[in-house]
């Protein structure tokens, strides 16, 4: 069994680190104005670590929460972000 | 400590502990997100492990150009990921998504009051638990072996071909190179189930996550499976062993595990959405 220590090789477990910091899902209500929101890691079989960024929320005002910086959906690709999830020097047991 | 004025900054959260374990711990002596204290904001039985950010800096439209920096991603996510872990040797951590930034401290006390006893029960059903993250390798060949010597539906067909006239056959051979295509994800789905089977005494909780495609993972052999497990701290040792235990059945399969943890509960700590 091949098990790695989470800080062992960044390079290997940033991918899983995204995976799980990266909309965890427990923000739910528009109170966040600001928010990373819903990063769809999609890396099966792509090329892109991450392919596309979307408002989680949409348009969305609170009447508590003062003024709402993002509205409406964005999209990106990240060319650069791709992690490389290497062979590393693990440790068998 | 409590909040007493932060200014024109925003309030970075990393995530929801229970106040009656603040009394035992320390929250990390890190430096924030951006290189400000770290302390706590309290609200009932709940505290906000949080930190002031440069409002003009952690904007939404400065973050959407930063999550584009590769390195600025990478670095700042291990950041978050580095205090949330601190926290979690001391308590239980309710993480909270990577860059959840309130604009003021209002704001934040109305989200927690708001979520208060979503959060609240959250943390005490992750108490004492960490996630453990395994995914299982297969060389494809010999995998593909195996079914072809032992699917029973495969032995059956390949059986029923040599009784065939010679046209026949060649015509049935695609049919049977379909067959163990099929019966190839029928075996992988259930070597889920029996692994699955085989934790189910140890472990609280699973996610089936996707598998990552070999350009990710820069394998030879495929990821066939890629799962959280939400484990009791103390049964952690007893998990590791029986994964490893495990793997001695796949072994002649072509099949090796890949474990990581403890990580803090990211995958077991979503909420349903509310629309």
Redesign the interface.
Same mark, same amino acid.
């Given at each position: 069994?091949?098990?790695?220590? %989470?800080f062992e090789n960044?390079e290997m /477990? %940033?991918? +899983?680190? %995204? +995976? =799980?910091?990266?909309? /965890?899902? !427990? !923000? !739910?209500?528009g109170? &966040?104005?600001?928010? &990373? @929101?819903n990063?769809d890691l999609? !890396?099966? +079989?792509?090329?892109l670590? &991450?392919s596309s960024?979307e408002s @989680?929320f949409g348009p969305r005002e609170r009447n508590?929460?003062?003024e709402v910086?993002?509205n409406g959906t +964005?999209a990106?690709r990240?060319e650069? =972000?791709? @992690?490389?999830?290497?062979?590393i020097s @693990?440790h068998d047991? | 400590m409590t909040l007493t004025k932060i200014g024109t900054d925003f309030l970075y959260v990393y995530g929801v502990i229970l106040t009656e374990e603040l009394q035992y711990s320390e929250i990390p002596s890190l430096k924030g997100i951006d290189q400000k204290p770290i302390y706590t904001k309290k609200y009932k039985d709940l505290a906000a492990v949080i930190t002031p950010v440069n409002a003009p800096n952690f904007s939404q439209q400065q973050i959407d150009l930063l999550v584009k920096d590769a390195e600025w991603l990478k670095e700042k996510a291990f950041h978050h990921h580095e205090v949330i872990a601190a926290i979690q040797n001391n308590a239980t951590v309710l993480p909270l998504s990577f860059c959840t930034i309130f604009q003021k401290e209002t704001t934040l006390e109305s989200f927690l009051s708001e979520q208060y006893n979503d959060f609240y029960q959250k943390l005490l059903s992750l108490k004492s638990k960490q996630e453990w993250n395994v995914k299982m390798f297969c060389q494809t060949e010999k995998a593909l072996e195996y079914v072809i010597d032992h699917n029973p539906a495969v032995l059956e067909l390949k059986e029923k071909l040599t009784l065939m006239p010679k046209g026949k056959q060649f015509l049935m051979r695609k049919k049977l190179e379909n067959l163990i295509a099929a019966q190839f994800e029928v075996e992988h789905m259930k070597w889920w189930q029996e692994i699955n089977q085989e934790l189910s005494s140890i472990v609280q909780d699973v996610n089936l996550r996707k598998n990552w495609g070999k350009e990710v993972t820069e394998r030879k052999d495929d990821m066939i499976m890629n799962a959280d497990y939400l484990v009791e701290t103390n049964n952690a040792e007893q998990f590791l062993n029986k994964v490893q235990e495990i793997e001695k059945t796949y072994t002649t399969l072509g099949c090796t595990f890949h474990v990581t943890g403890p990580w803090p509960p990211y995958h077991f700590s979503k909420m349903v959405k509310e629309t």
């Open positions: 069994m091949e098990r790695y220590h %989470l960044k /477990t %940033l991918l +899983d680190l %995204l +995976d =799980g910091i990266i909309d /965890t899902g !427990v !923000v !739910v209500q109170e &966040i104005l600001i928010s &990373i @929101a990063i999609i !890396v099966v +079989d792509l090329k670590l &991450i960024i @989680a508590n929460g003062g910086i993002m +964005d990106l990240l650069q =972000g791709r @992690a490389r999830i290497g062979e @693990a047991h | -």
